[in-house]
C-alpha cells in the first residue's frame, strides 16, 4: 500500500510539472528557473523577429519543473524561419500551451540567444547550421549542447 502511495505522488508530481506539449524528446535547450513562483501556469516560448517576420513558438514539447528541479527542457521546432530568437517564460492566460496576445512575459532577457543558421557562420561567427546558443556577453558560441540557458523572473513591482 506504501509503494502505491508512493508511485501515485510520484506521478502527480510528474505530470504537474509536464505541460500538454507533452514531453520534450530532444531536450535542445535546457536551463535552470529562478525567481518563478509554481502556481503561475507558465509556459516556454521562442521569440523572434527575422527577414521583417515576428515569430512566437510556443507549441513544442517542454517539461518545466518548478518543484523538484527547478529546471526546463524544451525542443526547438524545425520549421522556423532562420535568424535568432529567445526563449522566454511566460504565463499561459488561456491555457492553450502557447504564447498568446495577453500573455505575460515573466523572464528577463537573459543576453543569450538561440540561433538557427542555415549555414555555418550566418548570423555569427562560430555559429554551425542548425541551432546554436549565442552568449551576448561573451561571444561564445554553443553548437552542441545547448544548456545553461537560465532564465530568471522580472521583479515584481
Same mark, same amino acid.
Given at each position: 500500500?506504501?509503494?502505491?502511495? *508512493?508511485?501515485?505522488?510520484?506521478?502527480?508530481?510528474?505530470?504537474?510539472?509536464?505541460?500538454?506539449?507533452?514531453?520534450?524528446?530532444?531536450? /535542445?535547450?535546457?536551463?535552470?528557473?529562478? @525567481?518563478?513562483?509554481?502556481?503561475?501556469?507558465?509556459?516556454?516560448?521562442?521569440? #523572434?523577429?527575422?527577414? #521583417?517576420?515576428?515569430? *512566437?513558438?510556443?507549441?513544442?514539447?517542454?517539461?518545466?519543473?518548478?518543484?523538484?528541479?527547478?529546471?526546463? *527542457?524544451?525542443?526547438?521546432?524545425?520549421?522556423?524561419?532562420?535568424?535568432?530568437?529567445?526563449?522566454?517564460?511566460?504565463? /499561459? *492566460?488561456?491555457? /492553450?500551451?502557447?504564447?498568446?496576445? @495577453?500573455?505575460?512575459?515573466?523572464?528577463?532577457?537573459?543576453?543569450?540567444?538561440?540561433?538557427?543558421?542555415?549555414?555555418?557562420?550566418?548570423?555569427?561567427?562560430?555559429?554551425?547550421? #542548425?541551432?546554436?546558443?549565442?552568449?551576448?556577453?561573451? #561571444?561564445?558560441?554553443?553548437?552542441?549542447?545547448?544548456?545553461?540557458?537560465?532564465?530568471?523572473?522580472?521583479?515584481?513591482?
Amino acid at each position: 500500500m506504501k509503494n502505491m502511495l *508512493a508511485v501515485a505522488v510520484l506521478g502527480t508530481v510528474a505530470l504537474s510539472s509536464c505541460t500538454l506539449a507533452g514531453n520534450p524528446v530532444r531536450k /535542445d535547450v535546457t536551463g535552470q528557473l529562478r @525567481g518563478f513562483s509554481a502556481n503561475q501556469n507558465l509556459g516556454l516560448a521562442l521569440v #523572434g523577429f527575422n527577414n #521583417g517576420q515576428y515569430t *512566437a513558438d510556443g507549441t513544442q514539447s517542454q517539461v518545466i519543473d518548478k518543484f523538484l528541479t527547478g529546471g526546463f *527542457a524544451l525542443d526547438l521546432p524545425t520549421n522556423l524561419p532562420y535568424g535568432t530568437y529567445r526563449v522566454i517564460v511566460f504565463r /499561459d *492566460a488561456n491555457n /492553450d500551451n502557447r504564447f498568446n496576445t @495577453g500573455d505575460t512575459v515573466l523572464s528577463r532577457d537573459n543576453g543569450k540567444l538561440v540561433v538557427y543558421a542555415q549555414r555555418d557562420n550566418q548570423f555569427f561567427n562560430g555559429t554551425r547550421r #542548425g541551432w546554436n546558443l549565442y552568449t551576448s556577453a561573451s #561571444g561564445s558560441v554553443q553548437t552542441t549542447l545547448l544548456n545553461n540557458y537560465d532564465l530568471d523572473a522580472i521583479a515584481a513591482r
